[in-house]
């Protein structure tokens, strides 16, 4: 079964702080992707990065870096140095092949409040 | 290029009533998916059209239903509006083959009193 476990909720920290979002999923599949969304305030979610299955590497964007262990199928999400812009709420989601697409299923979210 | 267009943003409907929804895509994308975020179930995956046709449908029940016409806009349309309803309902845009990030809309913020 396709599954996808933001355990935090919420999460509070103060301007500067680093913090990581925890992802983890279920999948059967051997191919799949993941993904993490983040939706601000104003309602729209944007894409943040893509992960294939067979790629395990960690990926660094600027402040963000992303850290994928097969092994304890995590997915999990820093945020260095954070900034009060970075308050969002942050979604995890998981890509299954099905009926010539791919389905895509998303976690229940992690609210990020940066306080300045 | 143009975003995604989601019309109308807001919408109050009364139970028991119908309503559709519209999503333009991304020019050039061939797959719309819909999903439904509430505060209490997040965001749940609806269905997605490609090409006009269905190729996925998440756990909704029949008045729930969508279509995609030719030059990719997609709509959807919920009958028999129950309270339950009231949701935001997203527009995600893809080209649709192998498996790139979603371009979403703005959503439609449905009230049904």
């Known amino acids: 079964a396709q599954k996808v476990t933001q355990a935090q909720t919420e999460i509070s920290v103060v301007e500067k702080e680093d913090v990581t979002l925890d992802c983890v999923y279920e999948t059967r599949d051997t191919t799949y992707y993941l993904f993490w969304y983040k939706q601000p305030p104003s309602g729209e979610l944007v894409f943040l990065i893509r992960r294939n299955s067979f790629d395990e590497q960690n990926e660094i964007s600027g402040r963000y870096s992303w850290n994928f262990q097969k092994s304890t199928s995590s997915f999990n999400f820093t945020i260095t140095a954070s900034q009060v812009v970075d308050s969002a709420v942050y979604f995890c989601?998981?890509?299954?092949?099905?009926?010539?697409?791919?389905?895509?299923?998303f976690g229940a979210g992690t609210r990020l409040f940066v306080k300045a | 290029k143009a975003g995604v267009t989601q019309t109308p943003r807001y919408l109050i409907k009364t139970r028991g009533q119908q309503v559709t929804l519209s999503c333009s895509p991304i020019?050039?994308?061939?797959?719309v998916s819909w999903y439904q975020q509430t505060p209490g179930q997040g965001l749940q995956f609806l269905f997605e059209?490609?090409?006009?046709?269905?190729?996925n449908k998440g756990n909704f029940p029949g008045r729930f239903s969508g279509r995609q016409f030719s030059n990719s806009r997609s709509e959807m349309n919920v009958s028999t509006l129950e309270l339950g309803d009231s949701a935001l309902y997203l527009c995600?845009?893809?080209?649709?083959?192998?498996?790139?990030?979603?371009?979403f809309g703005s959503g439609t913020r449905l009230t049904v009193v």
């Open positions: 020019s050039g994308h061939r797959s």
């Open positions: 995600a845009s893809s080209t649709g083959q192998g498996v790139d990030g979603y371009t």
């Open positions: 989601a998981l890509s299954e092949p099905n009926t010539g697409g791919f389905k895509t299923i």
């Open positions: 059209y490609f090409s006009e046709t269905q190729r």
